[in-house]
């Protein structure tokens, strides 16, 4: 929907618009956690809701773009945010972020434990020191566009691409 966060409240048969002043920008992302909302746009910015998307709020403090591509929430307090320019992390509810990886437009992330990974583009890369060393490990992926991951029923890791979705061994 453009420029728009649309709630249901019955899974999906019914939909009521909660926020559809964005200067129309498109929604890319969002992601919940409990009452908590995060709306990422294309070209407006990164908008949170503390009260199930009744209200949102613009984010203003660390990020230095205005072009959200995805979300991810760890916890009540750890969220990353992948954008034009990087990713960024918040430890307090999304008022603040840090930028830790420059250069590279995740279009996923995925946290396990004290691993960290981004797909983007040029490939997926890892840290396993919360953002501050990363290595691309796409070795036998043959698309260089990373789309998505996933954790299967038995703990493994998929990434989605162009050319399929390949698992980690």
Same mark, same amino acid.
């Given at each position: 929907?453009?420029?728009?966060?649309? @709630?249901?409240?019955?899974?999906?048969?019914?939909?009521?618009?909660?926020?559809?002043?964005?200067?129309?920008? $498109?929604?890319?992302?969002?992601?919940?956690?409990?009452?908590?909302?995060?709306? !990422?746009?294309?070209?407006?910015?990164?908008?949170?809701?503390?009260?199930?998307?009744?209200?949102?709020? @613009?984010?203003?403090?660390?990020?230095?773009?205005?072009?959200?591509?995805?979300?991810?929430?760890?916890?009540?307090?750890?969220?990353?945010?992948?954008?034009?320019? !990087?990713? /960024?992390?918040?430890?307090?509810?999304?008022?603040?972020?840090?930028?830790?990886?420059?250069? @590279? *437009? $995740?279009?996923?992330?995925?946290?396990?434990?004290?691993?960290?990974?981004?797909?983007?583009?040029?490939?997926? /890369?890892?840290?396993?020191?919360?953002?501050?060393?990363?290595?691309?490990?796409? @070795?036998?992926?043959?698309? $260089? *566009?990373?789309?998505?991951?996933?954790?299967?029923?038995?703990?493994?890791?998929?990434?989605?691409?162009?050319? !399929?979705?390949?698992?980690?061994?």
């Amino acid at each position: 929907v453009n420029g728009g966060v649309y @709630k249901s409240t019955d899974g999906g048969g019914w939909w009521t618009a909660t926020f559809t002043s964005l200067p129309a920008s $498109p929604v890319t992302c969002l992601a919940v956690d409990g009452a908590r909302v995060y709306c !990422g746009t294309a070209r407006s910015g990164l908008y949170t809701s503390a009260d199930s998307g009744s209200t949102f709020t @613009k984010v203003i403090t660390g990020l230095t773009t205005e072009n959200i591509a995805c979300l991810y929430v760890v916890s009540t307090t750890e969220v990353y945010v992948g954008a034009g320019d !990087g990713l /960024y992390r918040s430890t307090d509810l999304g008022v603040n972020w840090i930028q830790i990886l420059r250069n @590279k *437009m $995740p279009l996923a992330v995925l946290r396990r434990g004290s691993t960290l990974l981004v797909a983007e583009a040029g490939g997926i /890369y890892r840290s396993v020191d919360d953002g501050t060393n990363w290595v691309n490990v796409a @070795k036998g992926i043959m698309s $260089p *566009m990373s789309l998505c991951f996933v954790v299967d029923a038995n703990g493994g890791i998929c990434v989605g691409t162009e050319a !399929g979705v390949y698992r980690s061994m």
